[in-house]
């Protein structure tokens, strides 16, 4: 889709309700649903974080999303796909701050340049102790990407047209940190396989765009 359009019709999500935790339970194996149901308590003492769903024209002038390859590190989000984002800092005033800051320090995306259209409902990872704020943001005028070579493996840019093809949801045999071998549902998007929470925020985004594209 032409970034101009996109850009046009996606300000109409700022109006709409989220779809909140059932969008998320569509890319969650029933072990995950379960696990987070039951620790209500636990996720009050939760760390903070944000990332940034970020779409952008392409050389083309379409619109991409861009999500990012983990580094291999001792850690459950150790090589895997997310969005740009991280952990709450003592200087960030607040959780949009956070998310505009990690996305200029791991793909060098000046906060200044990307318009916010809102933010999504929170998710809590059990794993990490993490709850996650995410946010949906536009970068109209791109300058060249770059990566923070310590925590960042690779960009992946993918098509908004290939993310809102349904035929992108799959299931796949995966251990995880709560259960062994298990069918879990995810996106295959540009070549990689997308599951956990990254998949779960990114199945909010594509409900809410579903309403409006």
Same mark, same amino acid.
């Given at each position: 889709?032409?970034?101009?359009? &996109? +850009?046009?019709?996606? +300000?109409?999500?700022?109006?709409?309700?989220? @779809? !909140?935790?059932? +969008?998320?339970?569509?890319?969650?194996?029933?072990?995950? =649903?379960?696990? /987070?149901?039951?620790?209500?308590?636990?996720?009050?003492?939760?760390?903070?974080?944000?990332?940034?769903?970020?779409? #952008?024209?392409?050389? +083309?002038?379409?619109?991409?999303?861009?999500? =990012? %390859?983990? $580094?291999?590190?001792?850690?459950?989000?150790?090589?895997?796909? !997310?969005?740009?984002?991280? $952990?709450?800092?003592?200087?960030?005033?607040? *959780? /949009?701050?956070?998310?505009?800051?990690?996305? &200029?320090?791991?793909?060098?995306? %000046?906060?200044?340049?990307?318009?916010?259209?809102?933010? %999504?409902?929170?998710?809590?990872?059990? @794993?990490?102790?993490?709850?996650?704020?995410? #946010?949906?943001?536009?970068? @109209?005028?791109?300058?060249?990407? $770059? =990566?923070?070579?310590?925590?960042?493996?690779? %960009?992946?840019?993918?098509?908004?047209?290939?993310?809102?093809?349904?035929?992108?949801?799959?299931?796949?045999?995966?251990?995880?940190?709560?259960?062994?071998?298990?069918?879990?549902?995810?996106? $295959? *998007?540009?070549?990689?396989?997308?599951?956990?929470?990254?998949?779960?925020? /990114?199945?909010?985004?594509?409900?809410?765009?579903?309403?409006? *594209?």
């Amino acid at each position: 889709m032409d970034f101009n359009d &996109f +850009s046009q019709r996606i +300000s109409k999500i700022k109006n709409l309700p989220l @779809p !909140g935790p059932e +969008s998320h339970y569509k890319m969650a194996p029933e072990e995950r =649903i379960n696990t /987070l149901q039951a620790i209500e308590l636990k996720r009050k003492n939760a760390k903070k974080a944000a990332v940034m769903a970020l779409f #952008y024209p392409n050389q +083309s002038s379409n619109t991409n999303l861009l999500l =990012i %390859l983990r $580094k291999s590190y001792k850690g459950v989000h150790s090589n895997q796909i !997310g969005f740009p984002g991280g $952990k709450v800092e003592k200087e960030d005033k607040d *959780l /949009l701050h956070t998310a505009l800051r990690e996305t &200029f320090e791991e793909v060098g995306v %000046l906060p200044q340049a990307v318009k916010v259209i809102r933010s %999504l409902t929170e998710l809590y990872i059990p @794993p990490s102790n993490f709850e996650v704020q995410p #946010y949906v943001g536009l970068y @109209p005028v791109v300058s060249p990407f $770059k =990566i923070q070579e310590s925590e960042v493996e690779a %960009l992946v840019e993918v098509s908004l047209d290939e993310f809102m093809d349904d035929n992108t949801v799959i299931y796949q045999k995966l251990t995880t940190s709560y259960a062994q071998n298990i069918d879990v549902p995810a996106f $295959k *998007l540009n070549g990689y396989t997308v599951w956990g929470a990254t998949a779960m925020m /990114l199945s909010e985004v594509k409900e809410l765009f579903k309403q409006v *594209l």
